[in-house]
DNA sequence: ACGAAAAAGTTGACCCGTCAACCTTTCCGT
DNA sequence: ACGGAAAGGTTGACGGGTCAACTTTTTCGT
């Protein structure tokens, strides 16, 4: 078996720890998966039911709609979750008087009581996340962060 | 409806573009689906599709246990792929006389056919990610990363 | 006042990515 | 030589995440 670089015309071009899209995905899915082992570890909440519950603890209540706007996650992923954390006992709906397409959503006690479980575990970690560098560095990263997702923005450039 | 940031005893903590998990995520879901688009667009393959092949691309032969070695990529969507691109007619296998156990995988004519037409498209895209900032800022960047990663990778730090 | 367009949310189908279980082949210790 | 362990790869099931299609309600232009 030959697996030498020096087939067709390719080349591997730069390797792959330097790509910067295979970098972050692997990076993405380990955060993901770290995320995921915390809170199975303390209270069973799915990584999209944490963030979702996340954004209640904000606010007194509100609408799947606005959570899914907020986070800019998808609305279909929201409403699901939003469904498995009410037949969960963990948040509660009530009609908006004010527009019947929405519903009024607030955590129950219950959901309370598994945020409240797993959110210093998870605000652990985040600090964590932080603290692995200093300011300055912090700042350079999330401005790169920033010039890739305006990369990543540009629909039909490539 | 009160949507105002002082309900429970949350907050929002610390707001959700300053926060890394949040913003890798995005981001990671951004530049995978600037890649479906730009695969879509030239010649339709899906993005595993299209990694395997990378790896093809550097190899005469490989086998679908080195692809995933090298990528880090779970075997099992290393295996599905590689077989739905065997059905696809962009890949050929053979068995290996020095292992049962696997085969030997490279590009055919057609595949390199399809791997052609995306190619500058992808790394058009892949130099733009990198040429959004100079070199320095790369570097801090790629430290970053790294950091992050090492935190990640602590299994049940919290 | 009316109707088209937009918005809120639901559901189906699909891809990415993982983990577990499994079967066959190979490796390795005794 | 033998058998258990490990490796290569396959398949099932599942969660994260998306897009499309859909229904009901609201908005908005005429």
Known sequence: MDTSLA??????GRPLEQRVSYRLARLHVKLNAQATRILRR?????LVQWRVLVMLN???????????????????LISRTV??????????????????RQQLLSMTASGARVFDAAAPHM????????????TTQR???FDALDRLEEVADRADAF
């Open 139 to 141: 700042e350079v990263m």
């Open 123 to 134: 605000y652990a970690r985040q600090d964590a996340l932080l603290d692995s560098m200093d």
């Open 58 to 76: 904000a606010f007194t209540e509100t609408t799947a709609g606005q959570v899914a706007r907020m986070t800019r996650f998808d609305k279909a």
């Open 7 to 12: 087939s067709r015309t390719g080349q591997l």
């Open 42 to 46: 303390h209270g069973g909440l799915s």
């Open 83 to 100: 469904k498995s954390l009410i037949q969960a006992g963990l948040v509660k709906a009530r009609s908006d008087d004010s527009d019947q």
